[in-house]
């Protein structure tokens, strides 16, 4: 098992430009979230899904899409990037235990 | 807003140490979590303690849950210097569905050798 994969590590990006974060797992997780850590802010969750087909909102969803149509990719998509949007983003699986396992992240800069 | 507030924010121990993390938040909860996070790495899952559960050990490690007061606790015992790095509570809701685990802002733990 890879665990929960997220390319790319790193990415900059310029302000109005749309792009892509991707996240795939492999262990039939049913549960897919994406967070983003800022200084001194923790993690806050930005997108979710329960399965393939349903997602919802987090704390922070503004700017952000998300789409599950299958059970191992989570993409996380930024319409228009803006400068707030620099940040570390995680995506992370539930695992069956109810703990959940986080991928390396991605670094985005938006200039 | 984040579910679960972290105290200290900033903990220094000398190595053999026991460093110890409090942690509070506000809903009903299923469960309660903690998670290391070594600098520019993700974060890794520690242990997990379920609401009808008081206390858990795992290695070194000590969790407490309090739900009247809504506070948990990690207590590392015999600290060394691999432990140092960012400690996290998150909770999972009663309410949730799955998926949307909420973290406190996290405990920057140094360990000093």
């Known amino acids: 098992n890879a665990g929960v994969t997220q390319t790319p590590k790193f990415q900059v990006l310029k302000t109005g430009q749309s792009m892509t974060l991707q996240c795939a797992q492999d262990?039939?997780?049913?549960?897919m979230s994406w967070y983003r850590q800022d200084p001194g802010m923790g993690l806050r969750l930005i997108h979710y899904?329960?399965?393939?087909?349903?997602?919802d909102q987090g704390e922070v969803p503004n700017g952000y899409n998300v789409s599950r149509s299958t059970t191992e990719d989570f993409p996380l998509r930024l319409l228009s990037a803006a400068p707030s949007q620099t940040s570390v983003y995680f995506c992370a699986s539930r695992t069956q235990g109810g703990g959940y396992t986080f991928g390396s992240g991605t670094r985005l800069t938006v200039v | 807003s984040q579910q679960g507030e972290e105290d200290p924010q900033a903990l220094s121990i000398q190595e053999g140490e026991n460093a110890t993390m409090n942690c509070s938040y506000k809903t009903s909860i299923n469960n309660l979590q903690w998670y290391r996070q070594n600098s520019g790495r993700g974060l890794v899952h520690l242990i997990l303690?379920?609401?009808?559960?008081r206390e858990k050990h795992s290695g070194r490690l000590r969790v407490t849950l309090d739900t009247s007061k809504k506070s948990s606790s990690l207590l590392i015992t015999a600290s060394r210097a691999a432990d140092t790095a960012s400690y996290f509570c998150a909770t999972d809701s009663l309410w949730n569905q799955g998926g949307k685990l909420i973290f406190g802002q996290g405990t920057e733990l140094s360990v000093k050798p």
């Open positions: 262990m039939n997780h049913e549960y």
């Open positions: 303690i379920r609401s009808n559960e």
């Open positions: 899904s329960v399965g393939a087909g349903i997602t």
